[in-house]
């Protein structure tokens, strides 16, 4: 069964109120993505300061290229670690909201079973969409960048200009098509290459739909940080008490809301984007889950007249 998108918002929702479990794997991955982060910039900053103990001895420009290579390749490490925990966390939630659109309900067993199953997938895809990302940005960056320096300055601002209008064309494209790849991967679960076809086929076709789906979780959560700062203002008398405490409760609440947006806000999108992707008709004779209100589900009273004897 098809949906519209006006449908897929709206069930959407009520998919995420019945199945507030997909926000788990969002909550995991923050928590695990900050303890990655403090350890390995701990990790990183004991590795660089052992090569720039060991090469001391060395030439100065072989020290400063030991201590550079040592400091780009523990960081591509730890930056790969951590991708790869948020791939098996994503993949996992995809599948959780594929599993509610389907059949109504989701457990966690769902996020382990298609994390292990298409986290690698989802990996890739974010490598390679990363490369995609940052590579003609650093390309269209030489000509200005190299025009500056040969003291050509109007010609320099002039490619600046160029380049940078190229640059926001290019990156919009290629995120409004990155935006259901994911759901594609799983979705699908036909490898990298035909997510990514299937992703390009449906972004190409249905492009008001993904940016109806990326205006409602942008307003979703610019709604919601809105409501968050009016309940926090009150902390801002903390300024007047002392500018340090206000700075680590402001900090706190900040941290606060990004783990209650991750559990709540972003599933709610994963589940939309879900929807909106399955509704084309893929997986077969499998048809979308139509979930009812919660008033729906309550007992009805009775229509007759109880007769007591």
Same mark, same amino acid.
């Given at each position: 069964m098809a949906e519209t998108i006006e449908e897929s918002l709206k +069930?959407? #929702?009520? *998919?995420?109120?019945? +199945?507030?479990?997909?926000?788990?794997?969002?909550?995991?991955?923050?928590?695990? !993505? /900050?303890?990655?982060?403090?350890?390995? @910039?701990?990790?990183?900053?004991?590795?660089?300061?052992? /090569?720039?103990?060991?090469?001391?001895?060395?030439?100065?420009?072989?020290?400063?290229?030991?201590v550079l290579a040592a400091l780009c390749l523990s960081g591509l490490v730890a930056f790969a670690l951590t991708a790869a925990f948020n791939a098996y966390f994503s993949a996992g939630a995809i599948g959780m909201s594929l599993e509610a659109a389907i059949k109504g309900r989701t457990t966690l067993s769902d996020m382990a079973y298609y994390g292990r199953k298409s986290w690698f997938d989802i990996f890739k895809v974010n490598m390679l969409w990363a490369a995609l990302l940052v590579l003609p940005g650093i390309i269209l960056l030489v000509p200005p960048v190299y025009a500056f320096y040969s003291g050509a300055v109007p010609q320099?601002?002039? $490619? /600046? @200009?160029?380049? /940078?209008?190229?640059y926001l064309t290019y990156a919009v494209v290629l995120c409004l098509m990155y935006t259901i790849t994911g759901t594609a991967v799983v979705v699908d679960g036909k490898g990298v290459v035909q997510g990514i +076809?299937?992703?390009? @086929?449906?972004? *190409?076709?249905?492009? !008001?739909? &993904?940016?109806? @789906?990326?205006?409602?979780?942008?307003?979703?959560?610019?709604?919601?940080?809105?409501?968050? *700062? #009016?309940? !926090?203002?009150?902390?801002?008398?903390?300024?007047?008490?002392?500018?340090?405490?206000?700075?680590?409760?402001?900090?706190?609440? #900040?941290? $606060?809301?990004?783990? &209650?947006?991750?559990?709540? &806000?972003?599933?709610l999108y994963t589940i939309w984007l879900t929807r909106t992707y399955i509704g084309k008709g893929v997986k077969g004779a499998r048809t979308i889950h139509s979930p009812a209100s919660r008033h729906l589900n309550r007992e009805q009273p009775a229509k007759q007249r109880e007769i007591y004897v």
């Open positions: +069930n959407g #929702v009520l *998919s995420w109120r019945n +199945n507030l479990e997909i926000g788990v794997p969002y909550l995991l991955s923050m928590i695990v !993505t /900050t303890i990655l982060i403090l350890v390995s @910039v701990l990790g990183v900053t004991l590795i660089t300061a052992a /090569t720039s103990a060991l090469t001391q001895n060395m030439d100065s420009s072989l020290s400063s290229f030991s320099g601002i002039a $490619l /600046t @200009v160029i380049g /940078t209008a190229i +076809n299937s992703a390009k @086929v449906f972004s *190409s076709k249905n492009k !008001t739909k &993904i940016l109806l @789906v990326v205006f409602a979780y942008m307003g979703t959560l610019s709604g919601a940080s809105f409501a968050w *700062s #009016v309940l !926090t203002s009150p902390l801002g008398l903390l300024q007047l008490l002392s500018p340090a405490v206000y700075g680590i409760a402001q900090g706190l609440m #900040v941290l $606060l809301f990004l783990l &209650i947006a991750s559990f709540m &806000i972003t599933p």
